[in-house]
Every structure is written in structure tokens, then in C-alpha cells.
């Protein structure tokens, strides 16, 4: 069965400084998509990123990009220039072509005024 | 509507007690996913549909956990006979179809307490 570790319980950040959460994960596939989520304290879970994983090029969504280490099983999401609407509960998911889906246990990310 | 709903957002229920847990997805979405999110934990998967079938019920937790889709409609996820061990926010999802790659649209969660 697929896993996920996020290692970074919690991680705080100054306001436009960029910060980085880690994510690795563990699967014997090929194909399989690789998410990012946040989760703010509304709760509504929020798609950030997305890495296919056939895609060498690493993911990138303005300030959001992702460093995606297929032969290392490692998949980075860095934030750059913090703003204060980034503090939430981040989750790093993996979901296989067959669409089991596995999310870690998520990394709280405060940002520093 | 516009986004994923879910119904009631919070309940409180007696051990021993059933709960029906309500989602509407995204008008079009043939793609619905159930999870279950215990206080300070990550995602846990609990079934997928795909239309009103469910090829993947593998993650639900017993047999007290049943779930049932109408077309590519409401979906309601029962638990029978509640535990304490089953307080949670239960997520529910959608998406386009069941392609890996389609993101999933979330709800705002039931949170559900049993006393």
C-alpha cells in the first residue's frame, strides 16, 4: 500500500519570506499524481499543486512550486513571499492511476506578521 | 450549487445511535469520495463512486459504515451503532471523473461527536 509521510508536524514562516514543506512517499507505480492541499481553519480543502508523474518539469502556480524528486520518492512544496492568508494545514497527497488516493498527516504552516 | 455541500455540518449523537451523513457534489461531477479526518490527522480514505458504483469500499473502517449513491447525485454515508472512536469530520469530494489527474472538490466536512 502506497504511504506518505510529512516529517514537519509544524512550520512558521516570516511574512514574504519563502519556506519549504517536505513530503515523501512510498509506492511500487509508475503512473500516479502527486497533490498538494490546504486545509484553512474553515476547513475547506483547497487544491493547490499538482504533479503528474511522468512530468519531469516540476509543477509551478505563481507563488507555489513544487520540487518533485521521482527517484528519491520526494515531493517539496515551496511557498515564496509568505503572505498571511498561507497559514493553514497543508496535506501532500498521492493518488494512483487506479484512484486509491493516500494524504499525509499534514503540516500546520504559521506565518509571522 | 457552486461548490460541494454537506449536510448537517455538525452533529452530536449518543453512543449506540446511527447518523446519516449527506453530500451533494458539483452538478456533473460523476466522481465522489468519502473521508474520514480525525482532530490533528491527515485524510483517511473511506470509499470511492464512481456514478452511483463503488469500485473502492475498501478503506470504510467495519461493517457499522455503509454508503450509497443516488445516480451521479447525493451521496449519504450511514454509520450504524456510533462509537466515541468514531468522532471525526467526515469529508466528502467530487470530481469530474475518475481520472487520476482530476481534482478533487472538497466539502466543508460534518464533524460529528459521539457522546
Known amino acids: 500500500a502506497q504511504t506518505v509521510t510529512q516529517s514537519q508536524p509544524e512550520m512558521s514562516v516570516q511574512e514574504a519570506e519563502t519556506v519549504t514543506l517536505s513530503c515523501t512517499y512510498d509506492t511500487s507505480e509508475s503512473d500516479y499524481y502527486l497533490f498538494w492541499y490546504k486545509q484553512p481553519p474553515s476547513r475547506q480543502m483547497i487544491l493547490v499543486i499538482r504533479q503528474e508523474a511522468y512530468k519531469q518539469q516540476n509543477a509551478t502556480e505563481n507563488r507555489f512550486s513544487v520540487n518533485f524528486q521521482k527517484a528519491a520518492k520526494s515531493f517539496s512544496l515551496k511557498i515564496s513571499d509568505s503572505q498571511l492568508g498561507d497559514a493553514a494545514m497543508y496535506f501532500c497527497a498521492y493518488r494512483s492511476a487506479s484512484n486509491d488516493m493516500r494524504f499525509g498527516a499534514g503540516t500546520r504552516l504559521t506565518v509571522k506578521p | 450549487g457552486a461548490g460541494v455541500s454537506q449536510s448537517p455540518s455538525n452533529k452530536v449523537t449518543e453512543k449506540g445511535k446511527d447518523v446519516e451523513l449527506r453530500c451533494d457534489p458539483i452538478s456533473g461531477h460523476t466522481a465522489l469520495y468519502w473521508y474520514r479526518q480525525r482532530l490533528g490527522q491527515g485524510l483517511e480514505f473511506l470509499i470511492y463512486?464512481?456514478?452511483?458504483?463503488?469500485?473502492?469500499k475498501s478503506g470504510l473502517p467495519s461493517d457499522r459504515f455503509s454508503a450509497e449513491r443516488t445516480g451521479e447525485s447525493v451521496s449519504t454515508l450511514t454509520i450504524q451503532r456510533t462509537q466515541q472512536e468514531d468522532s471525526a469530520v467526515y469529508l466528502c469530494?467530487?470530481?469530474?471523473?475518475?481520472?487520476?489527474?482530476?481534482?478533487?472538490?472538497f466539502g466543508p466536512g460534518t464533524r460529528l461527536t459521539v457522546l
Open positions: 463512486f464512481q456514478g452511483n458504483s463503488a469500485p473502492d
Open positions: 469530494a467530487s470530481s469530474l471523473g475518475g481520472r487520476s489527474r482530476n481534482e478533487q472538490f
